[in-house]
């Protein structure tokens, strides 16, 4: 679980988080679960073999947030297909649902382009 305070810069002049910021707020959880698993994010994301760009990002909020809120945020790894895989997002705030998100991301070759399938160490660190 990822557990993070909403900055005034996180909010639009409602008062309220910014959808956009909140998705942003989302892959920071998405990256603290791949430092859980060990993976060395400098690396994964510079890798020359393997590139995982989001193709989908959807949100739905169901309450504000305001800055100072302290949310936390509950990350869920599930495959789509052998080379696409989704990222579930459970946002909460004093035990109540905020927000659900879900982004989609597709494993390429960063110089073809092409799909290419999620490589086996990743599978196993997602179903751990």
């Given amino acids: ?42 690396n994964f994301f510079t890798d020359k073999q393997l590139a995982i760009p989001i ?9 504000p947030l305001f800055c100072g809120d302290l949310i936390n945020i509950q990350c869920q790894v599930n495959p789509i297909s052998d080379k696409v895989f989704d990222v579930n997002y459970l946002v909460e705030k004093d035990k109540n649902l905020i927000a659900k998100a879900v ?23 997602f179903n751990e």
């Fill in 1 to 42: 679980m990822y557990s993070r305070k909403i900055h005034f810069a996180d909010t639009d002049s409602a008062g309220v988080v910014y959808f956009s910021n909140l998705l942003s707020i989302c892959h920071e959880a998405y990256e603290e679960v791949l430092l859980s698993l060990g993976i060395n994010l400098s």
């Fill in 55 to 63: 193709i989908h990002a959807e949100i739905d909020f169901f309450k």
């Fill in 103 to 125: 982004t989609r991301h597709i494993c390429i070759n960063p110089e073809t382009r092409e799909s290419q399938f999620i490589p086996s160490y990743l599978k196993t660190l």
